[in-house]
């Protein structure tokens, strides 16, 4: 896996895949960034809820779920002193469907965040503490 980072302005920087897919990123007004895009850490949050919902939709799927819908929220803690480190993230899915079976919807998250996401293994051996939450919504009742 590789990314390009090349600097473009200020503190606002261009940021690239190794699969071609490229986004601005930039830092706060008060730090002399211009709002053009996420913060770093803001990218590594959102890495990790992707790489969670990834898996989520993919064993639901493959356990033959109906999903229609899955949205991942997570609201981090981040140290006070620098490095601003996570400190605690929660995760919290909102999955939607037809006929789920919420017992499989909530084995689904415990496997992501148990045995299958990488980003979320890599932020424990950070000593990042993670909790999940799961609210399964059926489209049929």
């Given at each position: ?65 109906r999903v229609s819908g899955c949205v991942c929220e997570l609201h981090a803690t981040r140290a006070d002193a620098v490095p601003a480190i996570f400190t605690a993230v929660e995760l919290h899915f909102t999955v939607t469907g ?44």
């Amino acid at each position: 896996m590789k990314a390009r980072i090349a600097w473009h302005d200020a503190v606002s920087f261009v940021a690239e895949s190794g699969s071609g897919h490229a986004l601005v990123v930039d830092g706060a007004p008060d730090h002399g960034g211009r709002n053009l895009g996420p913060r770093p850490m803001e990218l590594v949050l959102m890495g990790l809820g992707s790489c969670a919902s990834f898996d989520v939709v993919t064993i639901l799927k493959k356990q033959r779920q109906r999903v229609s819908g899955c949205v991942c929220e997570l609201h981090a803690t981040r140290a006070d002193a620098v490095p601003a480190i996570f400190t605690a993230v929660e995760l919290h899915f909102t999955v939607t469907g037809e006929d789920l079976d919420p017992v499989k919807v909530e084995r689904a998250v415990n496997l992501s965040a148990e045995k299958y996401c990488s980003a979320s293994k890599l932020f424990e051996a950070a000593g990042v503490l993670l909790s999940h939450r799961v609210t399964c919504l059926d489209l049929d009742q």
